[in-house]
Protein backbone atom coordinates (compact mmCIF):
# COMPACT_ATOMS: atom_id res chain seq x y z
CA UNK A 1 0.00 0.00 0.00
CA UNK A 2 1.69 3.61 -1.24
CA UNK A 3 1.33 6.42 1.55
CA UNK A 4 -1.56 8.85 -0.27
CA UNK A 5 -0.39 11.77 2.31
CA UNK A 6 2.04 14.49 0.66
CA UNK A 7 5.26 14.67 3.06
CA UNK A 8 5.19 18.30 3.68
CA UNK A 9 2.09 18.87 5.54
CA UNK A 10 2.77 16.18 7.39
CA UNK A 11 6.15 17.19 8.09
CA UNK A 12 5.01 20.68 8.91
CA UNK A 13 2.62 18.89 11.66
CA UNK A 14 6.13 16.50 13.69
CA UNK A 15 8.34 20.01 13.08
CA UNK A 16 5.31 22.47 15.10
CA UNK A 17 5.68 19.64 18.10
CA UNK A 18 9.05 19.46 17.97
CA UNK A 19 10.48 22.53 18.99
CA UNK A 20 14.04 23.11 18.45
CA UNK A 21 14.56 19.62 17.55
CA UNK A 22 15.10 18.40 13.60
CA UNK A 23 12.87 15.47 12.28
CA UNK A 24 14.67 13.57 9.84
CA UNK A 25 12.81 12.21 6.84
CA UNK A 26 12.40 8.46 8.15
CA UNK A 27 10.42 10.02 11.00
CA UNK A 28 7.97 12.47 8.44
CA UNK A 29 7.54 9.01 6.79
CA UNK A 30 6.74 6.50 9.81
CA UNK A 31 4.36 9.29 10.59
CA UNK A 32 2.43 9.94 7.04
CA UNK A 33 2.25 5.49 7.07
CA UNK A 34 0.89 5.87 10.60
CA UNK A 35 -1.47 8.32 9.94
CA UNK A 36 -2.82 6.05 6.79
CA UNK A 37 -3.34 3.63 8.86
CA UNK A 38 -5.23 5.32 11.47
CA UNK A 39 -7.46 6.99 8.63
CA UNK A 40 -8.28 3.89 6.76
CA UNK A 41 -9.34 2.01 9.77
CA UNK A 42 -11.11 5.26 11.14
CA UNK A 43 -12.98 5.19 7.92
CA UNK A 44 -14.20 1.33 7.56
CA UNK A 45 -15.47 1.76 11.10
CA UNK A 46 -17.51 4.60 10.12
CA UNK A 47 -18.55 2.82 6.88
CA UNK A 48 -19.87 0.09 9.37
CA UNK A 49 -21.61 3.01 11.00
CA UNK A 50 -23.04 4.46 7.51
CA UNK A 51 -24.59 0.68 6.71
CA UNK A 52 -25.83 0.32 10.08
CA UNK A 53 -28.43 3.24 9.50
CA UNK A 54 -29.02 2.47 5.80
CA UNK A 55 -26.56 4.71 4.07
CA UNK A 56 -23.98 4.54 1.62
CA UNK A 57 -22.42 7.89 2.03
CA UNK A 58 -20.03 8.54 4.93
CA UNK A 59 -21.01 11.97 7.19
CA UNK A 60 -19.02 13.31 9.95
CA UNK A 61 -21.40 12.12 12.30
CA UNK A 62 -19.79 8.41 11.88
CA UNK A 63 -16.72 10.37 13.06
CA UNK A 64 -17.83 11.29 16.59
CA UNK A 65 -16.09 14.34 15.94
CA UNK A 66 -18.11 17.27 18.12
CA UNK A 67 -18.08 20.28 15.91
CA UNK A 68 -16.36 19.96 11.91
CA UNK A 69 -13.66 22.73 11.61
CA UNK A 70 -13.26 24.65 8.17
CA UNK A 71 -11.07 22.63 6.39
CA UNK A 72 -8.82 26.16 5.81
CA UNK A 73 -7.63 25.88 9.29
CA UNK A 74 -5.94 22.14 8.75
CA UNK A 75 -2.94 20.92 8.04
CA UNK A 76 -3.47 18.06 6.31
CA UNK A 77 -5.07 18.51 2.40
CA UNK A 78 -8.81 16.67 2.03
CA UNK A 79 -7.73 15.53 -1.20
CA UNK A 80 -5.18 12.78 0.40
CA UNK A 81 -7.86 12.05 3.08
CA UNK A 82 -10.36 11.56 0.62
CA UNK A 83 -8.20 9.13 -1.02
CA UNK A 84 -7.08 7.49 2.51
CA UNK A 85 -10.96 7.05 3.59
CA UNK A 86 -11.61 4.68 0.81
CA UNK A 87 -8.53 2.67 0.99
CA UNK A 88 -10.53 -0.13 3.19
CA UNK A 89 -14.05 1.26 2.46
CA UNK A 90 -16.59 -0.33 -0.65
CA UNK A 91 -16.43 1.42 -3.45
CA UNK A 92 -19.96 2.04 -3.40
CA UNK A 93 -19.90 4.39 -0.86
CA UNK A 94 -19.39 8.05 -0.64
CA UNK A 95 -17.40 10.34 1.93
CA UNK A 96 -19.29 13.07 1.84
CA UNK A 97 -17.10 16.85 2.30
CA UNK A 98 -18.04 17.53 6.07
CA UNK A 99 -16.58 13.97 6.35
CA UNK A 100 -13.50 14.40 4.67
CA UNK A 101 -12.66 17.13 6.92
CA UNK A 102 -14.04 15.71 9.73
CA UNK A 103 -11.84 13.16 9.09
CA UNK A 104 -8.40 15.40 8.57
CA UNK A 105 -9.41 16.99 11.78
CA UNK A 106 -9.25 13.47 13.75
CA UNK A 107 -5.59 12.45 11.74
CA UNK A 108 -4.11 15.85 12.29
CA UNK A 109 -4.76 15.92 16.00
CA UNK A 110 -3.42 12.11 16.22
CA UNK A 111 -0.70 13.36 14.11
CA UNK A 112 -0.01 16.17 16.70
CA UNK A 113 -0.18 13.07 19.81
CA UNK A 114 2.00 10.80 17.85
CA UNK A 115 4.71 13.78 16.79
CA UNK A 116 4.85 15.60 20.70
CA UNK A 117 5.27 11.81 22.22
CA UNK A 118 7.98 11.02 19.21
CA UNK A 119 9.85 14.11 20.14
CA UNK A 120 9.62 13.62 23.90
CA UNK A 121 11.38 10.38 23.32
CA UNK A 122 14.25 11.87 21.04
CA UNK A 123 14.69 14.34 23.73
CA UNK A 124 15.03 11.21 26.27
CA UNK A 125 17.08 9.92 24.05
CA UNK A 126 19.76 13.04 24.17
CA UNK A 127 19.34 13.17 20.53
CA UNK A 128 18.74 16.59 18.38
CA UNK A 129 16.60 14.71 15.70
CA UNK A 130 13.44 13.22 15.55
CA UNK A 131 14.01 9.79 13.45
CA UNK A 132 11.66 7.54 12.43
CA UNK A 133 12.73 5.25 15.55
CA UNK A 134 10.92 7.46 17.55
CA UNK A 135 7.36 7.55 16.18
CA UNK A 136 7.71 3.56 15.62
CA UNK A 137 8.53 3.23 19.66
CA UNK A 138 5.76 5.36 20.55
CA UNK A 139 3.33 2.81 19.44
CA UNK A 140 5.47 -0.09 20.70
CA UNK A 141 5.22 1.50 24.41
CA UNK A 142 1.65 0.89 23.82
CA UNK A 143 0.36 4.50 24.25
CA UNK A 144 -1.77 4.52 21.48
CA UNK A 145 -3.48 1.97 19.32
CA UNK A 146 -3.64 1.92 15.63
Known amino acids: MSVELPFAPVDAVIRRNAGDLR ?5 TAELAR ?3 TRG ?6 AA ?12 AADFDLGRV ?23 RYRVAMDAR ?3 ATLLESFADDVAAAAATLAR ?7 KA ?8 LGQYFE
Do not use: C, N
Open 69 to 91: PDKDSLELPIAPVDRIARLEVDD
Open 48 to 59: EDASADGRKTLM
Open 34 to 36: RIQ
Open 133 to 140: EDVATYFE
Open 124 to 130: HADRRTV
Open 40 to 45: ARLAAD
Open 101 to 103: VAL
Open 23 to 27: VSRGA
